[in-house]
């Protein structure tokens, strides 16, 4: 299907354990972006990619990695989860040709660490 | 450092009545841009509207409405007669120029504001 999606939907983990998400689409759109949603903080950066093998630190990356060897995927690592990390983890792409671009977002993830 | 806020957290409503959810920004940059997204029950985002700052012309799209004023540094969303279905959180976020950078458009959220519509 096209679009952006996101793997898994839910996820319940246990403190310390590396816990990955997934993120592909479908658009080939240049720009991705982790965002994560918690309650009185709305949506905040996590990292974003403005191409394969472009990363960079957004508002909140402590704790994450990403990669981005394919376009089309962004996986977002959590190496050692933490309970402060509970939280639903939106990707999204745009097309980045401007800045100007509406940004795409998957479904979201819903991330429980216990 | 640009922030977004949206004072309201929560608006309840009765059906068809008109309802204001308010956006103030803060940014040093002269262009930027603005939107609204809206978040259902269902969880996923959904693109409204995007505004840049040379454009004070405000919008309105069947029942929706938007009012930008840059002297008051804000980008009001109106809904006219408003509907059970349009109960859900409503995101406004701002995104900066970084044209030099390439850094596309990295959106800062406000915390968004609950709206619900009864019947």
Redesign the interface.
Known sequence: DAGITQSPRYKITETGRQVTLMCHQTWSH??M?W?RQDL??????IY?S?AADIT?K??VPDGYVVSRSKTENFPLTLESATRSQTS?Y?C?S?D?EG???????G??TRLTVT | AQKVTQAQTEISVVEKEDVTLDCVYETRDTTYYLFWYKQPPSGELVFLIRRNSFDEQNEISGRYSWNFQKSTSSFNFTITASQVVDSAVYFCALSEAHILTGGGNKLTFGTGTQLKVEL
């Open positions: 240049s720009y972006f965002y009185g903080h709305g949506l905040r950066l974003y403005a960079d957004g508002e639903v939106f999204a745009s980045g800045i100007t671009d509406e940004q795409y977002f479904p979201g």
